[in-house]
Structures are given as C-alpha cells and as structure tokens.
C-alpha cells in the first residue's frame, strides 16, 4: 500500500488552471466533451461524475486510466510600475484510475483514485516574491461507491472519500529583507503528507433512453496539517536566533461541490451534454499558518466565494468503432476583487475540448484536448507581514494552458 | 480513424502553437512609456546631500547607488535618457562613507544599529574615501552634500587649498571638473536637456541642527555670504538672488526640469524623535530634592517680578516645577531677560513648542563629568545647542517660508514646475501613505516597523525607501508637467536601515 501511495504522490502534480484550485480533468471521455458527465452513464468515467450511473452501463467490469500533461502559462504586468513577470510552471501530470463492478442486477459498485485539486506555480524572483516563489499542491481522492437501481429509470449512490495530499510552499519573508550577501530571505513551508474524509452522494434518472439526468454532491474535505515545517533561508545574522526551522499547523479546505446535469440524443448517433457545477468555495476564507516556535502566525485572507461553472458537450459517434467529442465550458474564479493573490492566480476562463475515441473489442483509447484560454483580470492582493502597515500588491493577470490526454479503458462482462 | 487522428493532432498542435504564451489586451512594451514633451537624454540634478543620495549621517557606495537622481534616471532611461554618471567613490571598499584627509578622518562613518548594544552608532570599519583621491567630473549627479546656495556659485569650493579655511567642500575637492570651477559651472557646463535642483536646505538647516548657535542673516541683514559662519542663517534676498541666477544657468539652453521646496525643519525626526519632556519620575523624594535644588532660583525670580524686571508671563515661563510624571528639559535660553545683576541664570523649562535635536540623547539625563547632583537636562540646564528654542524656530521658519517663496518666484519665471517636498516630507515624518497603500513613518525607535521607515539614522536624511518616495513626487510632477509618462518605483524594494548584530 505505501509503494502504491508513493507512485500515486508522484503522479499526481496538478497545474492550477481552473477555477481556485480545482483540476477538472477527471475523464478523458467526458474532457473531449466539456467534462460534462453528471448524466452521462456509458463509460467507467461515472465512477468520478456520478456513481449512481453505474448501473446503468453495459458491462460487467470496466476499468479505465487516464494521464493528462497541463502546460499552463500566466503572466502578470503592472504598468505603473514597469514590472511584468511570467510563471515558468513545470507540466503537470493528473491522473485517474476507475474500476465499476456490477455485482448484482440492481447493485454496482465503484473505486475511483482522481487528483480533483492541486496548484503548481514557480515565479521567478519577481516584484511578488513575498507572496510566493513557488507552491506546489498535489492532492488525490480514493473514493469507493456503492450503487443501487431503484427501477430501470432511477438509481443511486453513495461514496467515502479518503484525501491525501501535501503542500509545499516558498515564499520571501518580506520584500526586502536580505542576507548579508543581498540573498532575499525565504521561508519554505513543507505540510508534509496530510488527509482528510468526505463524502459523495448522487443520483441517476433515466427517464427515457434519449434522456438522462443526474446529481452529485461531494462533500469538503478539511485538510488539517499539524505537522508542517518550516525553514528559512538567506537569513540576516541579527535574525538568525529568531527565524529558525520549526513546525507549523495550517488547514486547507478542498471545497464541497455539486453538480446537475442533463444529456439528449436526438438523434442515435449523436449525444448531447449539459452540466452545471456549484462549488462552495466560500469555505476558504483564510490561509492561517501557526508558527510553533514563537514567530507571529501568518494569515491571509481569501475570501473564496462560490462558483459556477456551465459545460456545453456533444458526442458523435462515426461508426461502432470511432467517437468525436468537442466541449466548451465557462469557468467562473472564486477569487473576490481585492483578494487575488498570485499564488493561485485563478482567472475566469472560456474553455474548448476536444475528443477522440477508439473502441475496440475489449479496449477502448480515448484522446483528449482542452485548451483554457484565461479572462484577462486587473485585481489586487493585501499583504501583511511588513510591521505594522499592509500593502496591496495588484497588477494585470492573463493566463492560458494546454492540456492533452491519454485514457485506456479496458471492459468485459 | 487516421485521418481524424490527423485532424486531431493538428488541432492540438494548431492551438498550441497560437496560444504558445498568453497575451494581455495592452502588454507593456514599445509606446506604453513617453517622454512627452521632456527631453531627458542629458539629465543632470543639482542640490546638495539629499540629491547626492547621502543617508544614514554621511555618503556612501550602496547609498549613492539609490540617490533620487539615479533612481529618476534608471525610469528616464525608458524614453530616451542618457547615461547617468554620479561622483567617483569605488575608494569606499568597505561601503561605509566618511571621509579621510590625509589618513586623518574629518567625516564619520555610516549609522548602523547595533544589536547587541540598542541603538544607532557609527560602523566599525575603516574608511576608504580620501579627500585627495581626487576623480575630476563633471558628473550627471551635480549633488554636494553640505552645499549652502551660494556655494554652488562659489569659485574655489571645489579646490583642496581652500579645505583648512572651511572655503571648500571635500565631496565637491573629489568631483569639481576643475578645483576653481563653480558647482553650476560644471552642471551648466553639460548642457542638460533636464534638470532637477534641489538646494538651500543647508542655509537653515545648520542653524537649527546646531540648536541655534549661529546667526540669523534674516534679523542682521547681512547680505555678505563670504562672512556667514557654518551655522547661520542665510538672509532670504541673497538666496533669492542666487536662486534666480542658478536657474537663467540651468535653463539657458532651453533645458526643462522640475524644483523642490524645502521641508520645514520640524519635519525631520532629528527635532521630532525626543520630546521636550523626557524625564520621567517615579519618586516623590527625588522631585522634592529637584525642587529643592531651584528654591533660589525661583524665588530670585519673585524678586524680578516685585523689581518690575520680568513680567507675571515671564515669570510663569521661568519657574521651574518638577512633580511625578513626565518632566519638560531645563535648558538655557538666551532670549529670556537676562537677569544676571540678580545672579539668576537666563534658564527654563522646556515646553511642546521647543525642539530637542537627536544629538541631545547621548547627554540627556546623564551625570555632569560624574557628579550624581548634577544631570543634564534635570539639574544641570541644557547648553543653547541642545535645544531649538521656540523662538529660534520661528527664525528658521520664517528663513524657509522666504526661501520656499523665492524658489516658486522663480520657478514661475521660467516656467518651472516645482514638487512640494515641503509637503512631501512632513508626510513622511507624520505617516505618507504610498500608492501600494502602505503607510511609511519616521517613528523609527520603537524598532517594530524597520521596513516602514523614510529615513536615515542621523534623522535628519531619508533612507533609500525615502528617497524612492521622494522620486516618485518627482515623477508626479514631472508626468503632469511634460505629458510624460514614466513609471513610478515601489519603496519597499530599496534598502532601509543596517541592523548588525554586533559592531
């Protein structure tokens, strides 16, 4: 089990792009369709979207991988000041693995392993370096289902989540303060391995064959890292008795989300998509790190607010064996004017998919590609942390990211 | 299927390559940054230490690196500005200031605090620069640090002969084109296309940094500056004069530019960090025996009043009353009536409209050559020079108000924008909050907001963050001026003050 989490940790480095830190690429299928697929119950993917579609599918016993490569990029420029800097982010890899099982006529059931969130930005010593330097958040869910059909047109489901996941985190102290040899004192937070639990609830309605519906609620998941470490770096002599490693507890909240989704065929060939997303991101409202060696506790404020996003997705399918899928989605930020920090630099974003599928006997390949085109945004932050006055640090933000994917899925009955 | 793996991989490709990076609607770049109808391709500043970039009680390497001139500049270098050359000091190794005279020191180090000792004192490292180390300009930087205005006109300021008789500058000895050459002839002499001039600080600052010791030229009408001492008061006609005539050579060319005003003395932390009553008592015994102490002196002054010598206000402001508390100084003041046929000296109590000059801190409340009965400040009367009475300051104020007019006069003359570092640096002393919504203060001994602070350790100069708000005025006044646009610098990426922990 601990070799599997430790491939599972190496795996799963998100690169924010989407709204907070939320990475919605938890299906190759349904990314080629705007990741539509709250009520799309024809593929191993429902273990993720909608466990109570697990029902519904044809096949005994499918299993399915996917790997998706985030190229994101965001640049930020403010013209008063003549200062502009770009993130030169490392690809991020997000995977999934899903296996649905159906054990009986009416009951199924499901374990999906998804990175629903994570965030990876390097700056390079630029005019925010006292807000952050480099963070890198990897974050996955284990999330085992059961699901029960209460008649051919309604079915539903219930999860536990078990989150894992780590942040780690360096940013200068201030925006001056120096060694002696004018190397910018740092601080790098390392949470450590940190979890938490939740739940999943959903349904599943088929009213009839060309129509289908659903609903998915998962719950938040508090991470409550205790055990953290901090060091600092580059420290001045006159210091140096004062900023010393030491631990540190932090919480950090994946919100709770939740979807509903409709899907048409209007005609045999040809599948429609509709999803509507809530995500209750008003849960974080601050990022509070406690120092446990006497230095003050860092706290900033976030102050998320709830978020929508719309999905648009259509499906085609050629012949028996090829699908051609195309999406696009509108995702709202959660950050509020006046709390856009460039450590999770989150923009509204216009999104287009695309997808490809080749289904074989038993096999079935699946080709991705989501291209998140970032809604220009002028906002600021307010740093604390230089004595007793705050300032606020804004500018002009504009991203964009890249993502191809790669999914298998292997099914029989 | 090939075939729409091929659309599908072109479509990637296609995107990838279109939106490799993303781009803002209007990205810095070619255009965003104008000179407008400036010309900053030769800039030259002209002043004394504040342009020079001295900081922290004298000029050194790091400092000068981060004078308002160069950081104007580094901006002005966007839109055409030239290169920006400043007085030779690579002879300061060590980065601390000061200066020698043939090995001997005549200018102290740089302040640094000590942390293991408290307060500011001076680095302990030695000094590289040398008055002789002569390195001939003229530079971009024209700044003087201790040039009064007719200095800068002043033929011979810059020539080593002059140096024992006080007639010459040692920061000018090292940088004057030629050791007879004036100040504005080597600044003029570069046929500036812009020009900063910020000068006349020194004509009153001397006199109130040194308590009023010196003469106000403004009360004799002394119109001779060759005959002022150090410390006096330059008479507010002669520096009208000189103004005028700096700014018909700055501008003769058509060059453009921008002056500044003067702060009023009181806005620097030199006069506004100790306050006239910093004597604390807890012990009513020891205030019976101050009071104890000044019996004879108060009741000499019943006498004058019933003499008819002083009046009852006189009086009131004379008698000397220590109770438990905060206790105002006792200092010596000689525009009081002086009644030494009684035998009483000319002294009194401090009050809120008396300045103490930081300097006074290392002598406040310590022992007279180590007699326990006499302290100073409490029972030994503080010296003329330790104290800016209030009258003093109003011949200081009155002096700046003169001068300040004079240098709007003129700039309206010629047409001239003038920055109000008057206004400017009363902020900074009082709390100026910066464009990134930041408040800076000069409150720097209560040691919690090092990062916040606009100036020096000798309170008298901004720090390099000071200075980087001080460019930024400049900056404002210019853009609105000329039409120009240049960007504007964020303080807090300039050094403020050097904590070591031992020295």
């Known amino acids: 089990m601990k070799k599997i989490f430790m491939i599972l940790v190496l795996l799963s480095f998100g690169s924010m792009y989407a709204g907070g830190y939320r990475v919605a690429l938890q299906g190759q299928r349904m990314l080629g369709m705007a990741h539509a697929g709250l009520s799309v119950f024809e593929n191993t993917e429902t273990a993720f979207f909608n466990p109570a579609g697990m029902v519904f599918l044809d096949k005994n016993f499918s299993v399915s991988f996917g790997v998706s490569g985030i190229m994101s990029n965001v640049k930020y420029q403010n013209a008063m000041y003549n200062i502009a800097a770009e993130t030169s982010n490392p690809v991020g890899t997000p995977f999934y693995l899903y296996a649905t099982y159906k054990t009986s006529e009416n009951v199924s059931l499901g374990l999906a392993v998804y990175t629903p969130y994570g965030s990876s930005s390097v700056w390079n010593d630029w005019a925010g370096s006292d807000i952050v330097n480099e963070i890198s958040m990897k974050v996955f869910y284990i999330q085992p289902s059961i699901a029960y059909k209460f008649s051919n047109m309604l079915s539903a489901s219930a999860s536990l989540i078990m989150a894992y996941g780590g942040v780690s985190y360096n940013k200068n102290i201030n925006r001056y303060l120096a060694d002696e040899e004018g190397n910018k004192t740092n601080a790098q937070l390392e949470s450590g391995t940190i979890g938490g639990a939740g739940y999943a609830l959903s349904l599943a309605f088929r009213p009839t064959d060309d129509i289908s519906m659903g609903l998915n609620y998962r719950s938040s998941v508090v991470f409550d890292g205790k055990y953290g470490k901090a060091t600092f770096n580059n420290v001045p002599t006159f210091l140096s008795s004062r900023l010393k490693t030491g631990a540190f507890s932090a919480e950090l909240p994946m919100p709770a989300e939740l979807g509903v989704g409709m899907s048409y065929k209007p005609m045999k060939k040809l599948l429609l998509a509709f999803d509507y997303n809530y995500t209750y991101w008003s849960i974080y409202k601050e990022l509070r790190i406690d120092f446990k060696n006497g230095l003050p506790s860092s706290v900033s404020d976030k102050s998320y607010k709830n978020s929508s996003t719309f999905r648009f997705g259509a499906a085609y399918s050629v012949n028996d064996q090829i699908s051609v899928r195309a999406g696009y989605y509108y995702d709202q930020s959660p950050l509020t004017k006046g709390h856009f920090s460039p450590e999770t630099p989150s923009l509204s974003s216009n999104n287009y998919t695309f997808g490809l599928g080749y289904q074989m006997k038993k096999l079935a390949v699946d080709l991705s590609f989501l291209y998140v085109d970032g809604i220009e945004r002028t906002d600021y932050t307010t740093v604390r942390g230089e004595g007793p006055t705050a300032h606020r640090f804004g500018g002009t933000y504009v991203s964009n990211a890249i993502i191809p994917g790669l999914g298998i899925t292997y099914s029989f009955n | ?503």
């Open chain 2, 1 to 503: 299927m090939k075939k729409l793996l091929y659309i599908f991989l072109l479509v990637i490709i296609g995107t990838s390559f279109e939106a490799c990076k993303p781009e803002f609607e209007s990205p810095i770049g070619e255009g965003t940054y104008t000179s407008g109808d400036a010309d900053f391709s030769k800039f030259v500043a002209v002043g004394n230490s504040l342009t020079a970039g001295y900081t922290n009680g004298t000029l050194y390497k790091s400092g000068q690196a981060n004078s308002f001139p160069s950081i104007l500049a580094k901006q002005m270098s966007l839109v055409g500005g030239g290169e920006f050359t400043q007085p030779y000091l690579d002879d300061d190794t060590n980065d601390v200031g000061g200066m020698n005279f043939s090995s001997n020191m005549i200018l102290p180090q740089k302040l640094i605090i000590n942390a293991s000792a408290g307060g500011p004192e001076r680095i302990n490292k030695a000094i590289g620069m040398e008055v002789t180390n002569i390195h001939p300009g003229p530079y971009n930087n024209m700044g003087v640090p201790g040039a009064k205005i007719f200095h800068l006109v002043a033929p011979g300021y810059g020539n080593i002969s002059n140096l024992a008789l006080g007639a010459a500058n040692p920061y000018f000895i090292r940088m004057a084109s030629a050791p007879n050459n004036t100040v504005i002839q080597d600044a003029a002499g570069q046929s500036p296309t812009f020009f900063t001039l910020w000068i006349g600080n020194n004509d009153v600052l001397a006199y109130a940094t040194s308590g009023g010791v010196g003469v106000d030229n403004n009360a004799t009408g002394n119109l001779f500056p060759s005959t002022y001492g150090f410390n006096d008061i330059t008479n507010i006609n002669v520096f009208a004069s000189v103004y005028s005539q700096i700014l018909d050579e700055l501008t003769a060319n058509g060059a453009k530019g921008v002056v500044a005003t003067l702060p009023d003395v009181a806005s620097v932390p030199f006069f506004t960090t100790i306050p006239y009553n910093p004597i604390p008592m807890t012990d009513q015994a020891t205030v019976d025996a101050i009071n104890n102490a000044y019996l004879t002196y108060n009741g000499g002054l019943q006498s004058a009043l019933s003499a008819g010598l002083i009046t009852a206000a006189e009086l009131a402001k004379r008698t000397i009353n220590f109770s438990l508390g905060a206790n105002a100084l006792v200092i010596k003041d000689e525009y009081l009536t002086d009644l030494s046929i009684l035998g009483l000296p000319s002294i009194r109590q401090a009050t809120d409209e008396d300045l103490v000059p930081l300097t006074a801190k290392s002598i406040i409340g310590h022992p007279v050559s180590g007699n326990p009965n006499l302290v100073y400040g409490i029972t030994s009367p503080l010296d003329d020079q330790w104290v800016l009475t209030a009258d003093e300051i109003a011949e200081v104020r009155n002096a700046t108000a003169g001068f300040n007019q004079a240098i709007k006069d003129a700039a309206a003359a010629k047409d001239i924008p003038v920055a109000d570092m008057a206004d400017v640096m009363e902020q900074m002393k009082n709390g100026i909050k910066i464009d990134d919504g930041s408040t800076y203060t000069a409150d720097y001994f209560n040691g919690t907001n090092l990062d916040n602070l606009t100036f020096g350790l000798d309170g008298v100069h901004p720090n390099p963050r000071g200075y980087a708000i001080i460019a930024n005025e400049f900056i404002d006044v210019i853009n609105m001026k000329y039409k120009s646009n240049l960007p504007k610098v964020v303080p807090a990426n300039y050094p403020t003050i050097t904590i070591l922990p031992t020295n």
